[in-house]
């Protein structure tokens, strides 16, 4: 086989113009294949990226009116009970959960302020002691929510860094002292993301969604909010799983605990399931992508018939070597095996060369166009396989025909 192997080699670096343009049809449609690829994984990658965060897997589930959000500015919603503690415990128990918490919510235009300075458009959270650490947020300055805020009715809030910049500037908000709703509230702390997120903004939806998310928020003990807003308001859940593909399995898990406290055809709780968004945008990319695909596989088949082509030629421009090793004995077999490893071996020459390529052409359109790339080295394996098996195939002809040449008529042949 190596000898098989060496000889191939001889014979492509003898006709290396030749050779080059057989493989060129392989080179193209590797390198395409590998360009697509790379290109759709980068972006399903960056879809999830930009939908779920930076590793931060949290799941909220929250009471819901039909298929949208409960506002609770409208009012308590009848025959809806608060969390038990029962079911709090049944929410940590789920597989694969690593924190769970707690909070109330509530968009407000008007209702926080420093001096003259509102908070337009803010969220007020009320949380416990174990929110941040869910939501994946970390104290920068001050301190957090404590068990004695909570204990005590304390009417202390933390900032992240929006709403801070809102209300004051480039100030240092620790220790001053704003207002919700009337209510004097100092702030304790400031609070920022334990991991940054960027996400990729490349149309105007996006900007839409990305920047409405960035809305400032303040964060006051759970135990006050009756005090600007209502008591026994039913609270939404955050919950952090320990990986990604986990996030939609605990969202229905902890969907079914919350509804079997109650029985309403109006109202129910639902997880933002970020998981089958990120599927259902990247099943729509893949689709377009798939016919690209299959395009670019035409080509690997004209590389493959090429291929045959020039080994037929071969065959023919080798009667008499093939002849001459007949005569002094060589099987089918080995004649079959040697044009075999020569068509194996000229193909997959042209599958690494078209790896090379496709990974040079991904990163040129990533770097001309702004497309996230992720290179797939299954894909680069399986092209290369790919590129063998289309030689083996293409190649059973000639060395066929090259395996039953009679070698007495062979030896004639000039």
Not at 208 to 234: F, M, N
Not at 314 to 332: D, F, H, M, N, Q
Request: proline residues 3%; negative net charge; hydrophobic residues 40%.
């Amino acid at each position: 086989m190596i000898e098989n192997i060496r000889l191939s080699f001889r014979g492509i670096l003898s006709h290396k113009m030749r050779s080059f343009l057989t493989m060129l049809g392989i080179i193209i449609g590797i390198a395409a294949i590998i360009a697509i690829v790379s290109t759709i994984q980068g972006t399903n990658e960056q879809i999830q990226k930009n939908l779920i965060g930076s590793g931060v897997n949290n799941i909220t589930v929250a009471l819901s009116e039909s298929d949208w959000e409960y506002d609770y500015s409208a009012g308590i919603p009848d025959g809806i009970p608060t969390v038990s503690d029962e079911q709090l415990e049944q929410l940590k128990n789920i597989s694969h959960v690593e924190n769970v918490s707690l909070f109330h919510t509530r968009q407000d235009y008007d209702g926080a302020y420093h001096l003259s300075t509102s908070l337009s458009g803010g969220y007020v959270l009320g949380i416990d002691t174990t929110y941040f650490d869910t939501a994946g947020l970390t104290v920068r300055k001050g301190r957090g929510i404590t068990e004695y805020d909570l204990l005590n009715f304390r009417r202390v809030c933390v900032l992240d860094e929006d709403s801070a910049k809102s209300l004051f500037q480039s100030e240092n908000p620790v220790g001053s002292t704003i207002e919700i709703h009337g209510e004097p509230f100092t702030v304790a702390g400031l609070v920022v993301e334990k991991q940054i997120f960027e996400p990729h903004i490349t149309t105007m939806s996006d900007y839409y969604t990305y920047t409405g998310e960035k809305a400032g928020r303040i964060y006051i003990p759970s135990t006050v909010w009756p005090l600007i807003y209502q008591y026994d308001e039913p609270e939404t859940v955050i919950i952090r799983a320990d990986r990604t593909e986990n996030m939609t399995a605990i969202g229905k898990a902890a969907e079914n605990i919350l509804n079997g406290s109650f029985t309403s055809e109006v109202y129910s709780y639902k997880a933002q399931d970020l998981m089958e968004q990120a599927r259902q945008i990247q099943q729509l990319s893949e689709s377009t992508n798939t016919m690209l695909i299959w395009i670019a596989a035409i080509s690997l088949l004209v590389g493959g018939i090429g291929v045959m082509n020039i080994m037929l030629v071969s065959v023919t421009e080798r009667t008499a070597e093939i002849g001459l090793k007949k005569a002094i004995g060589a099987p089918k077999r080995a004649i079959m095996t040697q044009f075999l490893t020569e068509a194996v071996v000229l193909t997959s020459t042209g599958g690494l060369l078209g790896v090379i390529t496709g990974i040079i052409l991904a990163e040129l359109i990533s770097q001309l166009n702004e497309i996230p790339v992720a290179i797939s080295v299954p894909a680069s394996v399986f092209a290369v396989l790919f590129s063998m098996a289309i030689g083996i195939i293409f190649g059973i002809l000639p060395s066929h025909k090259a395996a039953n040449l009679d070698p007495i008529e062979a030896l004639r042949h000039e």
